[in-house]
Every structure is written in C-alpha cells, then in structure tokens.
C-alpha cells in the first residue's frame, strides 16, 4: 500500500524557537495533504488542508501565523511551528490524498516544547 | 456541518470473543464515504473498513464487518474472534463525496478504546 512518512518523529525544542515538520508521500503523488493534532487520549483535530502549489485552508481557530504549511511539491508538505510554547507540545499528523484515492496517515510527530 | 458520534469512550471484550463498537453520525448528504480507523499505541491510523453510503451491502474485511443503517445514520463496527492485537483506539470517520461538491476532510468522531482481555 502507499506510504506517507514523517519527519522528525519526535523533536523537542526550547520556547520560542520554529520546529519543521515534514511530510512526504513515498510512492504517489499526493495534490491534497491534510495536518492533524491529537491531544493524548483525544481524537484528530483537522488543522489544514493544503492542495499542491495553492495556499492552505486552515480550520476555525487555527492560527495561520502560527502554523505556516508549504505544499511546494505533489510529494511534500511541510508544517513549521513558529515561535513554539509549551502549549503547542503535541502529536502532530499528515496524510495524503491522491485524486479519486483514499487517505493515507503518516506515523505521527511527537513535539515537546519545553 | 456534518457530526460524527461514537457513544462509548471504551470498551472490552474477551480474546476470541465478538464485540461492536457503535457510530452515529448526522448529515444532510446523500452521498459520502464512512470509515473505521485504528489507532493502536504506536499511533499509526491503520484503515481498517471503509463504507460507500451508495451501496446496500455492508463492507467486511476479514474478521471486520459493518452494520450500516442508511436511514438510521448508524455505522457500526464488529469485530468477530478478537484477538490481543486488536486492542486499540477506533475511530468512526465520515468524508462527502467529491462528485456532490462536499469537502475532502474527514471528521472523526472521539474513538473508543478497545481492550482485548486474554
């Protein structure tokens, strides 16, 4: 089956530095990718969707500022942490799309903020 | 918009036994796609059924299969023979059909842990 993968899977970083998350699908051309946040015990909170060389549509009450996703190419997005605090400490996740195909999940990224 | 409802925050089953795990969910589309997702402590989303709302049939997989009530709005998970590794979180999703124009997002619902006992 198709891969999605992610990196770094864990990261941790002081307070107010950027922390870049990238996401790749391995074996398709991916024109949609879609960022998640899981708090422990919780279910996936959608934070954007992001359609290759087109801007991202952020959810309600995301901070476009604050998390700035690039869809640059039809196997990678990232996801950049800006000014990160203790409170954006997270499991962050992508996934893929290609057109007419289902969702494919990356391993997830762990981010600690200290 | 649409909601998606799974109603028990956990639950358990005996190693060999059959358990179902309930979704609801609310909609005024015609059209759309239902899933079940695991989620086991590696936190990988593993696809494990998907339903299309346009056929009759329940979706089975194995030891996984589908109740789905159209007009009931109720897609629920069985797992028949359980076994240690499907201990895990599940997640009922729901994504409209690109051809009705909807979004390709998946809502989820909250999940329900499931414990296998052996």
């Known amino acids: 089956g198709a891969v999605v993968s992610q990196h770094p899977s864990r990261v941790i970083c002081k307070s107010g530095t950027s922390v870049k998350i990238e996401c790749r699908s391995l074996?398709?051309?991916?024109?949609?990718m879609f960022w998640y946040r899981q708090f422990p015990k919780k279910s996936l909170m959608l934070m954007a969707t992001?359609?290759?060389?087109?801007?991202?549509?952020?959810e309600q009450g995301v901070e476009k500022d604050k998390f700035l996703i690039n869809h640059a190419s039809l196997t990678l997005s990232t996801l950049t942490v800006t000014s990160a605090h203790p409170e954006d400490s997270s499991f962050y996740i992508c996934?893929?799309?290609?057109?007419?195909?289902?969702?494919?999940f990356g391993p997830g990224t762990r981010l600690t903020v200290l | 918009a649409q909601t998606v409802t799974q109603s028990q925050p956990e639950m358990s089953v005996q190693e060999a036994e059959t358990v179902t795990l309930s979704c609801t969910y609310d909609?005024?589309?015609?059209?759309?796609?239902l899933f079940w997702y695991k989620q086991p402590p590696s936190r990988q989303m593993i696809l494990v059924i998907r339903?299309?709302?346009?056929?009759?049939q329940n979706a089975t997989e194995n030891r996984f299969s589908v109740n789905f009530q159209k007009a009931a709005k109720s897609f629920s998970l069985k797992i028949s023979d359980s076994q240690l590794g499907d201990a895990a979180m599940y997640f009922c999703?729901?994504?409209?059909?690109?051809?009705?124009?909807?979004?390709?997002?998946?809502?989820f619902g909250k999940g329900t842990k499931l414990t296998v006992n052996p």
């Open positions: 996934s893929a799309r290609e057109v007419g195909r289902r969702e494919f």
């Open positions: 074996d398709f051309q991916a024109t949609t």
């Open positions: 992001s359609n290759e060389g087109s801007k991202a549509t952020y």
């Open positions: 909609t005024s589309e015609s059209d759309y796609y």
């Open positions: 339903q299309e709302a346009y056929k009759q």
């Open positions: 999703a729901y994504r409209s059909s690109l051809t009705q124009g909807g979004s390709e997002k998946l809502v």
